[in-house]
């Protein structure tokens, strides 16, 4: 009995995070599954945990980067070969060059009509500063270290729906950096 309130526990909880109905949940998730990651941290430990996170969300295609140049030349490369990513999770701290200046430069240097990806910065800091930093730069949310599955399938949901939006706004000539502000 504790089994099955667990269990029905779990699919509510699962439901919500989608923040729709069935329908909805079921596009959301099949969207998430399609999602074409980068994972910008500079800690291996804390790589290993997202990536451990994005597999359960359901992501299939995850790619790393050890720091900021390192994900801003991925975006440029994939990009390049018709594979580009469509979310970048981006550490805050990260040596040679930190998640704020890494997302000024990946959503300055994306070219149409391959529409940049949607940057989460992912960190530890909790400060009104570091929030303010990466929405700044154009981060489309920032997420507090340590997340769970349910607040990163969220992020990923918002930025599901975000790139639908985008191909939309880019038939507008809307810039990207309006596209991002929330």
Do not use: W
Request: net charge neutral; proline share 4%; charged share 25%.
């Amino acid at each position: 009995n504790n089994n099955n309130n667990n269990n029905n526990n779990n699919n509510n909880n699962n439901n919500n995070a989608s923040g729709g109905d069935d329908d909805d949940d079921d596009d959301n998730n099949d969207g998430v599954k399609r999602l074409r990651v980068l994972v910008a941290e500079d800690t291996k430990v804390v790589r290993t945990i997202v990536k451990h996170m994005l597999k359960k969300a359901g992501v299939r295609e995850v790619a790393f980067a050890e720091n900021g140049d390192e994900a801003a030349c991925a975006v440029a490369a994939a990009a390049a070969v018709g594979r580009a990513f469509d979310v970048v999770l981006m550490d805050y701290h990260m040596p040679v060059c930190d998640g704020v200046h890494s997302t000024e430069r990946i959503l300055k240097e994306s070219q149409p009509p391959q529409a940049p990806p949607v940057v989460i910065g992912l960190t530890a800091d909790t400060s009104d500063h570091a929030r303010a930093a990466f929405t700044g730069a154009g981060a489309a949310g920032v997420m507090i270290k340590p997340a769970t599955v349910q607040a990163l399938m969220r992020m990923l949901i918002k930025a599901l729906r975000l790139r639908r939006g985008n191909k939309q706004q880019r038939t507008l000539s809307i810039p990207a950096a309006v596209a991002y502000s929330s």
